[in-house]
């Protein structure tokens, strides 16, 4: 079972440059998320997605965007990296809203030099 | 407005000693409640839920919580504490459709 699948799984970036985090979920789950990971700050939410065609902007969204063309997948674009950008990067996913749980990827690396 | 306090960014235990490890959380409505385990460079694993059935709960490798609605807590404890328990700890309330993490507790154990 494949679950929830991020690439890539490093990345380095020079400040300015633009880059998409892939994510990919074969659970045929509604809700998708995207959270950035910096040290003793636990998650924060970037952006989230109901279904297909819908998306809305979570506690961080500066920076980036999103789009969820497909149940599948939900693509992260970074325009114009900052060094604040720097941090790791997860993508998850859960049935529903409510009392299910989320289950997340092996996460993504990012560094802006 | 939903929020998850971990008391303790640190905790060091040794092996074969009980582990606790603290949460306090604030919602307007009843919550679910989640305890994730991080081990280094990994993504998150799912430990156990809450979701207002049974106040309390077991989950995977011996971990346990007690959902406390009069204390707005939710602990995770372990009788007993291996090596390979060390790692980030998060607890998480979900609310309609997301998520709130704590700031994590890192647990360490010592031989």
């Known amino acids: 079972n494949a679950g929830v699948t991020q690439t890539p799984k490093f990345r380095i970036l020079k400040i300015g440059q633009s880059m998409t985090l892939q994510c990919a979920q074969d659970m045929n789950h509604n809700y998708m998320y995207w959270y950035r990971q910096d040290p003793g700050m636990g998650l924060k939410l970037i952006y989230y997605?109901?279904?297909?065609?819908?998306?809305d902007k979570g506690e961080v969204p500066n920076g980036y965007n999103v789009s969820r063309s497909t149940t599948e997948d939900f693509p992260l674009r970074l325009e114009l990296a900052a060094p604040s950008q720097t941090s790791v990067y997860f993508c998850?996913?859960?049935?529903?809203?409510?009392?299910?749980?989320?289950?997340f990827g092996q996460g993504t690396r990012l560094t802006v030099v | 407005a939903q929020s998850v306090t971990q008391l303790d960014s640190h905790v060091s235990v040794s092996e074969g000693t009980p582990v606790l490890l603290r949460c306090n959380y604030s919602?307007?409505?009843?919550?679910?409640l989640f305890w994730y385990v991080q081990h280094p460079n990994k993504g998150l694993q799912l430990l156990l839920k809450?979701?207002?059935?049974?106040?309390l709960v077991k989950g995977i490798n011996g971990f346990e919580a007690e959902f406390k609605k009069s204390e707005t807590s939710f602990h995770l404890t372990k009788p007993s504490a291996h090596m390979s328990d060390a790692a980030e700890y998060f607890c998480v309330l979900n609310y309609g459709q997301n998520f709130v993490f704590g700031p994590g507790t890192r647990l360490s154990v010592l031989p």
């Open positions: 998850a996913s859960s049935y529903m809203g409510g009392t299910t749980e989320a289950f």
């Open positions: 809450y979701t207002s059935a049974a106040t």
């Open positions: 919602s307007s409505y009843s919550p679910s």
């Open positions: 997605s109901v279904g297909a065609g819908i998306t």
